[in-house]
């Protein structure tokens, strides 16, 4: 089994609680680096992981763009138009401003490369057993490092040309992200994604399967198609140990079917599956404007998405979330979740070898 773990399931989560309890029930926990935008709080959220994790391997997710310099000028290359598009959006949703004391995010700076590697060096400084890149290859030198420090390194995938490249670069694991995945995915569906890219470098690394897997019939599926493993995300984004920021974002989880989604790049720059809602229309309205590319987009719409959700509507506030989010229809404790997986897992196995 990859890196020593009970069952083949790697859980993806922005929280250290949902990671963290991952870990404990006997998968790998997988933390979302991206939301920290001051290494301390990564730093202190890693701490917490080590001591949470009863000595179990976890793993750290990072997401190094192309290098782009923090430099006060960025805000500068943003054009008026977009800016006065988000404005009028936020006006005709009857989204208020940010309440009195509250002030604006500078958005999430954990997209930018310099972040990103300040994450890398947190990350060093701690125990996690592998580092995952969403976006692409990481660079050598991270490659080297991790290695040096005894960790794997994980990339995502969405062609069998990006996993050929990685693992020509020194990538330990292949996460291949199909599209029906939450955040940033590709455009071949995993039942495509997956054969292809176990076809192309499965004799030489593991493969894991991403997007649209949240059921124990879906991990049994993903290894079928040759993964050694699942990689889930939108999973455990309605689990009891996930904490919200208002409750309009569970309630908009749980109410939402599997053909509620849509894939647009208005969150980050990049294509990313988000929540369709009456924010996700108007961007997508004959009169918006295109998406700003990586990292204008996310600091356009930080403040707004800090509205949105204060708004506490569960029909505006942004989400990245995957199809999978049809089957989010109860509040759940990871352990739970992840028990029911592996019960069903086990079962369609055993089905399944009862056909020959």
Known sequence: MILDIEHPIFGFSPSEHVAAAVSRAGGLGVLGCVRFNDPADLDQALSYMDANTDG???????????????????????????????????LRLGVPPLPAGVEPNDGVLGWLHSIARSHVEVALKHRPRLIANALGSPPPDVVDRAHEHGMLVAALAGKADHARHHVSLGVDVIVAQGYEAGGHTGEIASMVLVPEVVDAVGDSVPVLAAGGIGSGRQV??????GASGAWLGSAWLVSAEYRMSTESVRKALLQASSSDTVRTRIYTGKPARLLRNQWTDAWAAPDAPAPLPMPLQNLLVSEAHQRLT??????????PVGQIVGRLNHVRPVAEIMADIVSELRATLARLSSLD
């Open 220 to 225: 049994a599926a993903a290894l079928a198609l």
């Open 310 to 319: 204060l708004a506490d509507n569960p029909d505006v506030v942004p989400i």
């Open 56 to 90: 179990k391997p976890y793993g750290v997710d990072i997401v190094m763009p192309a290098s782009v310099p923090i430099e006060t000028s960025l805000h500068e290359k943003i054009p008026l138009g977009h800016k006065d598009f988000v404005e009028r959006t936020l």
